[in-house]
């Protein structure tokens, strides 16, 4: 073997040793939960909160929707009606100090299914209507009370009542499809999307 040839497999080996640990380190980085939501999220708990967003129909005024669910490892196949009452969202307020805010919405019972599942954008479901100091591109910290006492607080942003939102957490509305163009809302969010020009050569 010539001795340029056998430097150059001594270069090439020497390369693999190097990328070897950087590609054992990527491996690590995937036992951290990577969590990708169209909205804000909480994995602590019992309770687990996702995809929570403000349905905002004009300022300060909108919808609060999320999925509600219970810990995998809690059975909620047990006894279903008592799960149900136990984990039930009972009501939602603001992180105090927060710049954006909701008023706190009391009185609440959303409850989860025998599945240990609450989808408050389900129109059979439905959101919990909100007031407050808000508008669509706030990130507004919602602190939600579970009839256990429990309290977990989500990063929650707030989104116009546009396309793929449109009519979510408003019972009896048809869900949106993510395919629908947006159409003109009335009130200060216009939700009409300008087409765009037409090229020629």
């Known amino acids: ?32 939960p990577n ?39 809690y059975d909620a196949v047990t006894d279903p009606e008592q799960v149900a009452q136990q984990h039930a969202l009972t009501g939602i307020e603001s992180e105090q100090g927060a710049g954006s805010s909701i008023n706190p919405v009391t009185g609440v019972n959303k409850t989860v299914d025998k599945d240990g ?41 707030v989104v116009s009542d546009c396309g793929y939102n449109e009519g979510a957490g408003q019972t009896g509305s048809p869900s949106p499809s993510p395919t629908e163009t947006p159409t003109t809302m009335p009130g200060p969010y216009d939700c009409y999307y300008a087409p765009l020009p037409t090229w020629s050569d």
Request: charge should be positive.
């Open 117 to 157: 599942i609450a989808n408050l954008a389900s129109p059979s479901v439905g959101g919990i209507p909100v007031t407050g100091s808000f508008k669509a591109g706030d990130v507004v910290p919602v602190v939600l009370t579970f009839a256990t006492g429990k309290k977990v607080t989500v990063e929650t942003p």
């Open 35 to 73: 969590v990708i939501a169209d909205g804000g999220y909480s994995l602590s708990g019992d309770m687990r909160v996702l995809g929570s967003r403000i349905v905002a129909t004009t300022d300060g005024q909108g919808y609060f929707i999320a999925t509600i669910t219970l810990n995998p490892t």
């Open 1 to 32: 073997m010539t001795t340029p040839l056998r430097r150059k497999l001594v270069l090439a080996a020497s390369l693999v040793a190097l990328a070897v640990p950087v590609l054992s380190s990527c491996g690590m980085a995937t036992d951290r």
